[in-house]
Antibody, heavy 116, light 106 residues
Framework: EVQLVESGGDLVQPGGSLRLSCAAS????????MSWVRQAPGKGLEWVAN????????DYVDSVKGRFTISRDNAKNSLYLQMSSLRDEDTGVYYC??????????WGQGTLVTVS | QSVLTQPPSVSAAPGQKVTISCSGS????????VSWYQQFPGTAPKLLIY???KRPSGIPDRFSGSKSDTSATLGITGLQTGDEADYYC???????FGSGTKVTVL
């Protein structure tokens, strides 16, 4: 069974930094593209970033380019999101998700980031 | 503001059918696969439909998806109280999500 467990969410001041982690199990992590998707309180879903299976290719939504960095450690079956220069509008629940069949097919439970 | 437009809410009585539209453009929906997600309050989204009209294992055939040039539709037949949730469409190009639709069972 696929399991994704996010951690690292916290209350942080504007301009601060935070590192999110996602521990994966139940599948061959190194074979899959992985994404971070966020959801502001009471709002819809927004894709944030993704990374290729070998970590060589990454992409970001325009609003986080230059501030967030996605990475992965296939030896540890882990996905990361380093967030810096945080803004109020970065507040929300951050989910990690697997990418398969042109969709986000498995999701973690999410971790809450509050910038205030 | 999302480039994929969904109605804010739809409702129907138990046992009835609802459809949720997802309107985009030829560049967003037209040339890309559409997927649909179900989200209950306080929980993570769940994949319902992928590649426009395919259901993952375990998703009942009461849920169906279709796509035309610039729009997609999610259908739910035999509506149940347990279907009350938010539903989101998404296209793979730039990984854009729709604005979301709340389904209410009357």
């Amino acid at each position: 069974e696929v399991q994704l467990v996010e951690s690292g969410g916290d209350l942080v001041q504007p301009g601060g930094s935070l590192r999110l982690s996602c521990a994966a199990s139940g599948f061959i992590f190194s074979h899959y593209w992985m994404s971070w998707v966020r959801q502001a309180p009471g709002k819809g879903l927004e894709w944030v970033a993704n990374v290729k299976p070998d970590g060589s290719d990454k992409d970001y939504v325009d609003s986080v380019k230059g501030r967030f960095t996605i990475s992965r450690d296939n030896a540890k079956n882990s996905l990361y999101l380093q967030m810096s220069s945080l803004r109020d509008e970065d507040t929300g629940v951050y989910y990690c998700a697997t990418e398969r069949v042109w969709s986000f097919d498995s999701w973690g439970q999410g971790t809450l980031v509050t910038v205030s | 503001q999302s480039v994929l437009t969904q109605p804010p809410s739809v409702s129907a009585a138990p046992g009835q059918k609802v459809t949720i539209s997802c309107s985009g453009s030829s560049s967003s929906i037209g040339n890309n696969y559409v997927s649909w997600y179900q989200q209950f309050p306080g929980t993570a989204p769940k994949l319902l439909i992928y590649e426009n009209n395919k259901r993952p294992s375990g998703i009942p055939d009461r849920f169906s998806g279709s796509k035309s040039d610039t729009s997609a539709t999610l259908g739910i037949t035999g509506l149940q109280t347990g279907d009350e949730a938010d539903y989101y469409c998404a296209t793979w190009e730039r990984k854009v999500f729709g604005s979301g639709t709340k389904v209410t069972v009357l």
